[in-house]
């Protein structure tokens, strides 16, 4: 275990340091990424990619806990579905994927095959992210880290 030194009341004391929740963002737009950013600061380490090379590196490297997904990246040669099927043919599994995109039948395909594989996806409207959902699961999610 971890431990920092903390002052509390001033004396030293030795505390565990909590693991913060890692999430990896994949979506093409920048200002989705200024947005979640806002909302999730200092909740958990951001981890922003615009392309799925970018989220290959870092899904491999720092094993996040969540992902939040969009399916149509502003490629021609891939999608979000390249992604899925990356995670898929991965050892690591995270703790939620939420999955949004304006394609609704592609997002139910990467739904589906996320939920055939064990993962536990969640569908987001695209028009409106409920990040009070993604905040909740994040607590959710640390209290249940912090008990196994």
């Given at each position: 275990?971890?431990?920092?030194?903390?002052?509390?009341?001033?004396?030293?004391?030795?505390?565990?340091?909590?693991?913060q929740?890692?999430?990896?963002?994949?979506?093409?737009?920048?200002?989705?990424?200024?947005?979640?950013?806002?909302?999730?600061?200092?909740?958990?380490?951001?981890?922003?990619?615009?392309?799925?090379?970018?989220?290959?590196?870092?899904?491999?490297?720092?094993?996040?806990?969540?992902?939040?997904?969009?399916?149509d990246?502003?490629?021609?040669?891939?999608?979000?579905?390249?992604f899925v099927?990356?995670?898929?043919?991965?050892?690591?599994?995270?703790?939620?994927?939420?999955?949004?995109?304006?394609n609704?039948?592609?997002?139910k395909?990467?739904?589906?095959?996320?939920?055939?594989?064990?993962?536990?996806?969640?569908?987001?409207?695209f028009?409106?992210?409920?990040?009070?959902?993604?905040?909740k699961?994040?607590?959710?999610?640390?209290?249940?880290?912090?008990?196994?």
């Open positions: 275990m971890i431990k920092t030194l903390v002052s509390i009341e001033n004396k030293l004391k030795w505390i565990p340091l909590m693991k929740l890692k999430v990896l963002v994949l979506d093409d737009r920048a200002e989705r990424h200024i947005k979640i950013n806002s909302e999730l600061i200092g909740s958990c380490i951001l981890f922003n990619c615009y392309t799925l090379e970018a989220a290959k590196k870092v899904y491999e490297k720092e094993k996040p806990d969540f992902l939040l997904l969009d399916r990246l502003d490629s021609k040669e891939y999608t979000g579905e390249d099927e990356y995670m898929i043919n991965n050892s690591h599994k995270p703790g939620f994927i939420f999955i949004h995109s304006i609704s039948p592609a997002a395909r990467m739904y589906d095959s996320l939920k055939e594989h064990n993962f536990n996806p969640i569908l987001m409207p028009i409106s992210i409920n990040y009070k959902q993604i905040k699961a994040l607590k959710y999610y640390e209290g249940r880290k912090k008990d196994s």
